[in-house]
């Protein structure tokens, strides 16, 4: 089961972080996507347990951030300098295969567990 949580209303420029927090086992791999409306479900980032191995998507690189604790189980989403278009709902993914160990998909595919997903609102 994956927990998310950490969205809310915020103002152009300003900074977030999203927590997820996975209970009932453990993951090769935890990631986070979004979905804004009448869009896609677009990557964002993703972070392998074994090595912390962190990739992120192009349309946020440089302003997201993602960590774990493994001790936590658990992955967060630092997200700065705010857009109005990073406004969409985020979602929280675990990967259980073994092939992403040391290095995260960046296909929603591969997940296998997902969170019910955080309302971001940025707002100009």
């Known amino acids: 089961q994956l927990q998310a949580s950490g969205g809310g209303l915020v103002q152009a420029g300003g900074s977030l972080r999203l927590s997820c927090a996975a209970s009932g086992g453990t993951f090769s791999s935890m990631g986070w996507f979004r979905q804004a409306p009448g869009k896609e479900r677009e990557f964002v980032a993703a972070i392998t347990r074994s090595n912390g191995r962190a990739v992120n998507g192009d349309s946020v690189k440089g302003r997201f951030a993602i960590s774990r604790d493994n001790a936590k189980n658990s992955v967060y989403l630092h997200i700065d300098s705010l857009k109005p278009e990073d406004t969409a709902v985020y979602y929280c993914?675990?990967?259980?295969?073994?092939?992403?160990?040391?290095?995260?998909?960046?296909?929603?595919?591969?997940?296998?567990?997902w969170g019910q997903g955080t309302q971001v609102t940025v707002s100009s």
């Open positions: 993914a675990a990967d259980s295969s073994v092939r992403t160990r040391y290095a995260p998909s960046l296909i929603d595919q591969s997940y296998d567990y």
